[in-house]
């Protein structure tokens, strides 16, 4: 069965620390992307990659970056992380138009 | 610019009745559709997709849509519900070309009463 794997189901962490979330897909997949999920505000793309080494922003990058040094691995980093950024966030890969599949979601909480 | 519309936010139905989520897009021409559900806690996953073809397309768990051009719409279908489909529903829009990349409704969240 084809699976994204996001490294952490919960975390907590302090404001002000560098964060780190990992996504590890097994699909061959060229496309990897990054969401948060708010209640009311429904998913937000924040960064999208096509290929090894290459992203680009979506709709709200502001506070994060990504790294996509392997095929199957994209991460989600926080630089400084503050309390706005306490989400839910979802990796998801997809080959092509034909559909995401997504891992089992991140919830982050930054106190 | 593409926008989807669930216009329920909310739907309420009882084990056994049957199901239609309602889902409206705005786009310049006939796009890719998608529809995902999202168990509690849990990530998306995808119930079912339209590409071309046949207008009622068959997914998992028991779920169909239909795709009206004339309607631009792509409902979400289910002829008798379990209590175990309880969960979020999100209709999605891509392009069929380009960054594939899909726009997402604001989701239905679906409460099944015994």
């Known amino acids: 069965d084809v699976k994204v794997t996001q490294s952490s189901r919960y975390l907590v962490k302090r404001t002000g620390e560098k964060v780190f979330l990992e996504c590890v897909q097994d699909m061959d997949h060229e496309n990897m992307f990054w969401y948060r999920q708010d209640p009311g505000l429904g998913l937000r793309l924040i960064y999208f990659?096509?290929?090894?080494?290459?992203?680009e922003k979506g709709d709200i990058p502001e506070g994060y970056s990504v790294s996509r040094e392997k095929k199957e691995r994209f991460s989600l980093i926080l630089e400084s992380a503050s309390t706005n950024q306490t989400s839910m966030y979802l990796c998801a890969s997809s080959f092509e138009a034909y559909g995401y599949t997504f891992g089992s979601g991140t919830r982050l909480t930054v106190v | 610019a593409q926008s989807v519309t669930q216009p329920d936010i909310h739907i309420t139905v009882s084990e056994g009745a049957s199901l239609e989520l309602r889902c409206n897009y705005s786009?310049?021409?006939?796009?890719?559709l998608f529809w995902y559900v999202q168990s509690p806690g849990q990530g998306l996953q995808l119930l079912l997709k339209y590409f071309s073809g046949d207008t009622l397309v068959q997914g998992i768990k028991g779920f169909e849509a239909e795709f009206k051009r004339s309607q631009s719409s792509f409902n979400l279908r289910k002829p008798s519900v379990h209590w175990s489909d309880a969960a979020e529903y999100f209709c999605?829009?891509?392009?069929?070309?380009?960054?594939?990349?899909?726009?997402f409704g604001r989701g239905t969240s679906l409460i099944v009463h015994p």
């Open positions: 786009y310049g021409a006939t796009p890719y």
């Open positions: 999605a829009v891509g392009p069929r070309g380009g960054s594939y990349i899909p726009t």
């Open positions: 990659s096509y290929d090894v080494k290459m992203k």
